[in-house]
């Protein structure tokens, strides 16, 4: 069955750094892209994603309010993708999710819409107190 497993989430100060973690699996490396989302206290899930990771050909996208804070990467052998999270900010505080694009590549992303996603995974709540 097709799965999506966040985890990594925890309690961190502001300015510190977390390295999520999503299992993939029964997703091929080539067809699906792997991104991730988040959805704050008391709010809707954001409509645009953060970041893109393909497992195929490395290919990694980011939207510019984590640019330069967040790396993705992936390791194929584990079927895992790993978002590094720095410099956190209170304002980051959310669960964070893990979605599967139907698309091979990330480099011709130019946003990364929600209504693109085919598969989800359960969140991991991320709290970065000031």
């Known amino acids: 069955d097709v799965q999506l497993q966040a985890s990594g989430g925890g309690l961190v100060q502001a300015g510190g750094s977390l390295r999520l973690s999503c299992e993939v699996s029964e997703l091929s490396f080539d067809e699906y892209v792997i991104n991730w989302f988040r959805q704050a206290p008391g709010k809707g899930r954001e409509r645009e994603g953060l970041s893109c990771i393909s497992r195929s050909d490395g290919s990694t996208y980011y939207i510019d309010s984590v640019k330069g804070r967040f790396t993705i990467s992936s390791d194929n052998a584990k079927n895992m993708v790993y978002p590094q999270m720095n410099n956190l900010q209170p304002e980051d505080t959310a669960v964070y999710y893990c979605?599967?694009?139907?698309?091979?590549?990330?480099?011709?992303?130019?946003?990364?819409?929600?209504?693109?996603?085919?598969?989800w995974g359960e969140g991991t709540l991320v709290t970065v107190s000031s």
């Open positions: 979605a599967a694009d139907y698309w091979p590549v990330c480099s011709d992303y130019e946003s990364i819409p929600e209504s693109d996603m085919d598969y």
